[in-house]
């Protein structure tokens, strides 16, 4: 059996796009956000460039919570969920009364989390 080899990298690549020059250049980080749809945009933590995200493994049935900064594509974990998994626009985040609320399966349910800085 012959096999064609695949040009590209291995994994995926991600560049940022200057629109003034047209130059391009590669990043690194955190981007399973930024690939989830949604018809709303991410809920600012009242921090610049810095949004509530949560980045499911629906492999192992758990979601990730946490700050995603956009400047840096940086994610910083503030919860994990075992045993349920769902995407950022299925969530808001009630900080003053650190609660976290999720659509899950039809249901609204409501989640304690630890004051974060």
């Known amino acids: ?10 994994r995926p690549e991600y560049y940022l796009l200057d629109p003034a020059t047209g130059e391009t250049r590669l990043v690194s980080g955190e981007f ?12 600012p933590t009242g921090k610049a460039n ?15 919570v946490g700050r995603y900064n956009l400047k840096d594509f940086s994610f910083q974990t503030v919860l994990d969920l075992p045993h349920i998994s769902f995407e950022s626009m299925e969530m808001w985040v009630d900080e003053a009364g650190s609660k976290l ?3 899950y399966e039809s249901q609204l349910l409501r989640l304690p989390i630890t004051k974060t800085n």
């Open 1 to 10: 059996i012959t096999r064609k080899k695949t040009t590209g990298p291995q």
């Open 32 to 43: 399973a956000p930024l690939r989830q749809e949604g018809k709303r945009f991410f809920q």
């Open 50 to 64: 810095e949004f509530w995200a949560a980045i499911p493994d629906r492999a192992k049935n758990q979601t990730q």
């Open 101 to 103: 609320y999720v659509v």
